[in-house]
């Protein structure tokens, strides 16, 4: 059974950085991707960043230039580097496996406030 884990949340002041990371636990067949994506109360679930097997990235329009996705697929974990954070990236943020199958993490609070 695969599993993520994600962690590196918090309160942040703007303008300052955060930096997420997910484990994934158990097997995992195939190549796959990684995703981070954002949710914020009563909003649908938003991609902010993909990763492909091979290390090609996209991000959100909202988040380009800041925000920065890598892997390690040795170790089979995704980071997101979140700079020069504001108010509007307060949410909970998700991992998730993108392959044969799709798995999610928990999620994790990013709040972003003076």
């Known amino acids: 059974q695969v599993q993520l884990m994600e962690s590196g949340g918090g309160l942040v002041q703007p303008g300052g950085s955060l930096r997420l990371s997910c484990a994934a636990s158990g097997k995992i067949t195939g190549d796959y991707g990684w995703a981070w994506y954002s949710q914020v109360p009563g909003k649908q679930r938003d991609v902010v960043a993909h990763?492909?097997?091979?290390?090609?990235?996209v991000y959100g329009d909202s988040v380009r230039g800041r925000f920065t996705i890598s892997r390690d697929n040795a170790k089979n974990t995704v980071s997101l580097q979140m700079n020069s954070l504001t108010p509007e990236d307060t949410a909970i943020y998700y991992c998730?496996?993108?392959?044969?199958?799709?798995?999610w993490g928990r999620g994790i609070q990013v709040t972003v406030s003076s």
């Open positions: 990763i492909t097997f091979s290390g090609d990235t």
């Open positions: 998730a496996i993108l392959g044969t199958n799709i798995y």
